[in-house]
């Protein structure tokens, strides 16, 4: 997908549903504001407690056999929530199934109201599914909830130190696209015109 797409994303704005109270016509709270690329489509969503987790592939992969998934995470009632704490986690609950792992943060600038922070997430080889996984991770944390959005490429292992299996072009544009991802909440005025 090249930049040009990206930027024509801006006007198809979805509101992901997983963290939005809706009333008779009017949509209420913080939410998520999700373009989902083109060519891509959802193959899970659940609400699982807190966790609300939706995953998008491209066409013509599932849920199973994937080479790229966008994974968007939701921990509901996690209001402000130190961004860097939020990604520790992960990145801890990532390195248990790695234990060939490396991870750098990422400096994100202007990308919002919210504290974010984005780091890099280098696996070689994954000891539950065998495949080397290269992850770019973002954390925002909102007045409500904190938001997990992750893109993740899976294929064959790779030695983590050497740096990560894909492409500085294509890291650049899935970098842009999680950061021009944000949270809004039409309470606090931030959102689009068309949704409050």
Not at 20 to 33: D, Y
Not at 58 to 78: D, H, R, V
Not at 92 to 112: R, T
């Amino acid at each position: 997908m090249p930049c040009s797409q990206l930027k024509r994303l801006l006007p198809a704005l979805l509101v992901l549903p997983l963290a939005i109270a809706v009333a008779e016509e009017k949509v209420l709270g913080e939410q998520l504001l999700f373009a989902e690329p083109e060519g891509w489509e959802e193959v899970y969503a659940d609400r699982e407690g807190q966790l609300s987790t939706t995953e998008y592939v491209p066409a013509g992969q599932n849920a199973t056999n994937w080479q790229e998934m966008l994974s968007i995470q939701i921990l509901l009632g996690k209001p402000d929530a130190d961004p860097d704490a939020m990604l520790s986690q992960a990145a801890l609950h990532l390195e248990k199934s790695c234990p060939d792992f490396e991870l750098q943060p990422i400096e994100l600038g202007g990308v919002g109201d919210y504290p974010t922070l984005a780091v890099m997430v280098m696996c070689g080889q994954n000891t539950q599914s065998g495949h080397g996984e290269f992850t770019l991770l973002r954390g925002i944390s909102g007045k409500e909830n904190f938001y997990l959005l992750q893109k993740i490429w899976r294929g064959p292992a790779y030695q983590a130190e050497t740096g990560p299996p894909v492409s500085l072009d294509e890291r650049k544009f899935w970098l842009g696209f999680l950061a021009f991802l944000t949270v809004c909440d039409p309470a606090l005025g931030n959102c689009p015109e068309n949704l409050e």
